[in-house]
């Protein structure tokens, strides 16, 4: 079993002992929702330099005004110059090309350039078990998708009210030296434990990566299971 279960509280903890190694080139990843949170409590706790950590999404909507990099600009707008003045270089993820694919290839031609850094993600999970902006469809769409693909980000249409998005796919989010899960609420805690237990596929419940994956998973939630 590679996940770990551990109290929310501690996640910006773990965000803040991970980038206070200075000599290990680090790219951190961020979901929204949440996790915008968590980044909140990181900056106000970081007083270290973080000159060799470069921030960016896992995840996009491609919406100008609803993207995740415009929403924690507009929740909390200090964290970005807070860790700007540390030293820290962030990837500007709002929408600036034509349409989602030509973000996609956008952003993938940029994740190319931290190949060899270290990679933290941070994720979430929604009540219907998506993560990373991934949601659950049909196998046979989700598979090309997401799943058995060259690509490390990929733009397509969601059914959901952002729909138009650019996302990692899971090969790229399997690249992860370790991943952070941050999920709170009653209101999740049967798709976590279906996600964690159960066996449903990943096209039902994308967030079942995290029993699945090889690589460090640690859940952050308030949730007993």
């Known amino acids: 079993m590679a996940w770990k279960i551990k109290q929310k509280e501690e996640c910006w903890r773990s965000i803040l002992s991970l980038c206070s190694h200075d000599e290990i080139p680090t790219l951190l990843l961020m979901s929204g929702g949440s996790s915008l949170r968590v980044m909140y ?22 919406d100008p005004t609803h993207s995740n990099y415009a929403e924690l600009m507009t929740m909390f707008p200090d964290v970005m110059p807070t860790l700007a003045s540390r030293g820290a270089t962030w990837i500007d993820t709002r929408p600036h090309k034509k349409n989602e694919s030509e973000m996609a290839d956008w952003y993938e031609k940029t994740l190319l350039l931290f190949a060899s850094y270290r990679w933290i993600i941070l994720l979430g999970m929604g009540a219907d078990g998506h993560i990373a902006g991934i949601f659950p469809d049909k196998e046979d769409i989700f598979m090309k998708r997401f799943v058995a693909t060259k690509r490390w980000v990929v733009g397509y249409e969601a059914n959901t009210r952002f729909s138009k998005r650019f996302t990692l796919t899971f090969p790229s989010i399997s690249r992860a030296d370790i991943i952070l899960a941050y999920i709170a609420g009653e209101e999740k805690k049967d798709t976590l434990r279906t996600a964690l237990f159960d066996d449903l596929p990943l096209h039902d419940c994308p967030a079942s990566f995290f029993k699945n994956t090889s690589q460090p998973c640690e859940i952050y939630t308030d949730i007993v299971l």
């Open 41 to 62: 409590d990181f900056s106000k706790h970081i007083h270290t330099s973080l000159s060799h950590v470069t921030i960016g999404f896992v995840d996009e909507r491609f």
